[in-house]
């Protein structure tokens, strides 16, 4: 998602985006602009994280930049899981900032840990990257539109056989 949307589905102005992601660096982009006004790119991993800060900044008044490396961590840790696993599921950050996913059969944990729940954020997440019916259905389309339609790049056709080069 570029900085427009990745702005709307966070909750952050574009200014505050800009300067999360790329001034502070506190959760930088997946893909960093080209050039001077041109959008960073955002995945829906990096928008969860960034919703996760909001949620603390806004409801826990945590320091953020003190926990840059958790969100570091965070997301390494989404960039591991489905989209789709993740729904019902509780995300959990432990003393020591460490941050782990809470099954919905899983009890609580023992000691002491902040529990946010990821619905509410993958419901944004899913309206914004227009991806609709995967929770119903539990799965996502394999083909996206543009390429149902015929709409592909013109470097992404294939290359006959003759273009190849001999390895």
């Not at 001034?23 to 991993?45: E, H, T």
Request: charged letters at 25%; glycine letters at 4%.
């Amino acid at each position: 998602m570029p900085t427009p949307i990745a702005s709307q589905l966070t909750g952050l102005s574009t200014d505050k985006l800009r300067e999360w992601t790329s001034r502070r660096a506190l959760i930088p982009a997946d893909q960093r602009p080209k050039r001077k006004g041109s959008p960073a790119k955002f995945s829906w991993q990096t928008i969860l994280v960034l919703r996760v800060a909001v949620l603390l900044r806004d409801q826990f008044s945590l320091e953020l930049q003190a926990n840059r490396s958790a969100f570091a961590d965070l997301r390494k840790l989404l960039r591991a899981q489905s989209f789709i696993a993740l729904w019902g599921k509780r995300l959990v950050l432990a003393p020591g900032r460490t941050w782990y996913i809470l099954d919905p059969a899983s009890s609580a944990p023992e000691s002491d840990a902040l529990l946010i729940a990821l619905d509410p954020h993958l419901i944004i997440i899913l309206d914004g990257f227009a991806l609709p019916g995967a929770t119903e259905e539990r799965q996502l389309d394999l083909f996206t539109l543009p390429t149902v339609h015929g709409k592909q790049n013109a470097r992404s056709a294939p290359r006959r056989l003759d273009d190849r080069r001999a390895s």
